[in-house]
């Protein structure tokens, strides 16, 4: 099925009601979805499953931030400078395209996202490529960079420049000195969040692949570099498929099989990004990626994001291409060191040594009297360098003036107005500021892997069927309830039972229309692992028939005995007919 698979399941997705293109009754526009009844349903269970494994089992706590924030932070964060993606404009037909998606799409070349600019520019003068929409030569057009950030003004009038957030991320990192309060000031701690964020994707496509709009969830973990590590007994043994960079590069590339374990010893991945490998690879499973389909990709250097140290991608075959599902990103210090720098608040944590050292400790005591009426405005940026340079760099400081850099300009500041001296001090701790690793879903890719990779058809009775093989845990419906006929008190028995399983939590559809067969296909299309069929025997002995998806199996059941028998058969403690 895999040549037209993602065609096949874009009809399904809209006819069912899992996902269609948003606003159809205006016209609609480029990289927004609707999810509809099935697909909101699919999405949520997803993650729920996500917050009971990455959150509720690992002991971390939830935030929900807001989606738009003030420049200030994108500033700080270097989303203003470094979010961009190649775009270039054909001449002919005025459309706009990701330059590097038309090398990918039309060459050899793998990975043109990671290539300079000058770089892609000369492939399309080599390979005369031209524009997707009209064919015209793009053969000399320039390349340029497009920042995907979607501006808002905050407040009436002119009002306060803001963004809409790229990344739930930052959310959590603005917050970290109030955070670190509710973790008590102990590393390491995790903070997790599920919400929207927003891309100005220059060419949307591939449905759920590239859009413009997305959920994300997203867990940043502050640890301690010196003292964090995470406990690898915990997934070991997990077979991971990894396809590390000097694979990729290599003349005979090919995958590598590792445990969890042989990848930490072997330096392969840093234990803390292998530990959430291996907790993510079990996840995948247990909401319906299909295994053999799936592997993990660590970034090649062009492509490293500009806050990432080293990143490795979880990507699932979908309709012949890799797509990413997931980045686990070791982000460094470098998201609280630079919001520590931009912004009035404290970004570290204050570690308590078993016990107080005592150290030498280089200082200034400048002369502000003298250094403000001389250096005017950039004063204060001055003594900041100083104190800077009295830590890094004590001998700077041995004659008779000492110079500083501000902003690319040069100041020299005579030793008696900076004050140096070497002071004897007892410290009882140090301010640390935590690295932080972050495994990334991206939730609508995940919606959109799970549904394509459960697609299935077989022959029941002679005919084709269609169905999704969902596990019954995020399955949008778990159990049909169907009357045989709407007659002779089976219908109102059937709704009885309907709500007595909606009142145990389980969620029920309803359905009396059409003949017995092609209620089982409706429900077996939308994935429903479970039907209950009312039939003339459950009037005189009160049991139905439970019927299983995948096997087609049936075997009746007492009513009273259904919603503990249901909930055994989707938590996989037992199988119909035990």
């Keep these: 099925m895999r040549e037209n698979e993602l065609e096949t399941v874009a009809e399904l997705a809209k006819r069912r009601g899992f996902f269609f293109p948003a606003v159809e009754a205006y016209g609609g526009v480029a990289g927004f979805y609707t999810y509809g009844p099935q697909g909101a349903a699919l999405k949520r269970a997803i993650e729920d499953a996500w917050r009971d494994r990455f959150l509720t089992r690992e002991g971390h706590t939830e935030i929900a931030a807001p989606d738009v924030m003030p420049e200030a932070v994108f500033e700080a964060s270097g989303h203003l400078d470094g979010f961009d993606d190649m775009i270039i404009v054909c001449p002919e037909c005025e459309t706009s395209h990701r330059a590097d998606h038309i090398v990918e799409d039309s060459t050899d070349v793998a990975d043109a996202e990671a290539m300079p600019i000058a770089d892609v520019e000369a492939l399309f ?69 599920i919400g929207t964020a927003w891309r100005n994707e220059i060419a949307p496509r591939r449905a759920l692949v590239r859009v413009r709009e997305f959920t994300q969830a997203e867990l940043e973990h502050f640890v301690d570099p010196e003292a964090d590590e995470p406990d690898i007994s915990k997934v070991a043994d997990v077979e991971l498929t990894l396809y590390p960079a000097a694979e990729q590069e290599a003349e ?11 990848a930490v010893d072997s330096g392969t991945v840093d234990p803390w990004v292998a530990y959430y490998l291996g907790v993510s690879q079990g996840w995948y499973e247990r909401v319906g990626v299909d295994m053999d389909r799936f592997r993990f990709r660590q970034h090649l250097g062009g492509e490293l994001a500009h806050y990432a140290a080293d990143c490795w991608d979880a ?60 250096y005017g405005g950039a004063a ?29 300009e040069s100041y020299e500041v005579a030793s008696e107005v900076a004050n140096f001296s070497v002071e004897t001090v007892t410290e009882s701790g140090e301010h640390v500021t935590p690295h932080v690793v972050e495994p990334s879903f991206g939730i609508g890719r995940i919606v959109y892997t799970v549904l394509t990779h459960a697609y299935s058809t077989d022959e029941v009775d002679g005919e084709e069927r269609a169905y999704l093989d969902l596990p019954a845990e995020v399955a949008p419906t778990t159990v049909g309830v169907f009357p045989l006929m709407g007659k002779d008190g089976m219908d109102e028995t059937a709704e009885e039972i309907a709500e007595t399983l909606r009142d145990a939590g389980f969620s029920v559809q309803y359905d009396e229309s059409g003949n017995i067969g092609r209620r089982y296909r409706r429900q077996d299309e939308v994935g429903t692992p479970y039907c209950v069929t ?45």
């Design 534 to 578: 009312v039939d003339y025997e459950t009037l005189e002995d009160d049991t139905v028939t439970v019927r299983e998806r995948d096997s087609t199996e049936q075997a009746r059941v007492d009513v009273a005995d259904l919603p503990a028998e249901l909930t055994a058969l989707r938590a996989g403690t037992k199988t119909l007919g035990e």
């Design 125 to 193: 003068e080599e390979y005369d490529l031209v524009c997707p929409s009209c064919g015209e030569s793009l053969a000399g057009v320039p390349v340029e960079d497009f920042n995907l950030m979607f501006e808002t003004t905050i407040g009436p009038g002119t009002g306060k420049q803001g963004y809409l957030r790229p990344e739930t991320a930052q959310g959590i990192f603005v917050e970290f000195p109030r955070l670190k309060e509710y973790a008590r000031g102990q590393l390491p701690f995790a903070v997790g969040q």
């Design 380 to 408: 204060a940026d001055i003594a900041d360098a100083l104190h800077d340079l009295a830590a890094t760099d004590p001998d700077a400081f041995d004659g008779d003036s000492v110079t500083v850099e501000v902003d690319g």
């Design 315 to 374: 990507e699932a075959e979908v309709g012949g291409n890799w797509v990413e599902i997931t980045g686990f990103a070791y982000r460094s210090d470098y998201d609280l060191s630079k919001h520590g720098e931009y912004a009035d608040d404290d970004f570290t944590v204050f570690k308590q040594y078993d016990e107080p050292r005592t150290v030498e400790r280089a200082t200034v005591d400048l002369d502000m009297a003298t250094l403000g009426p001389e």
């Design 252 to 262: 005979d590339e090919e995958y590598v099989e590792m445990t969890v374990q042989e």
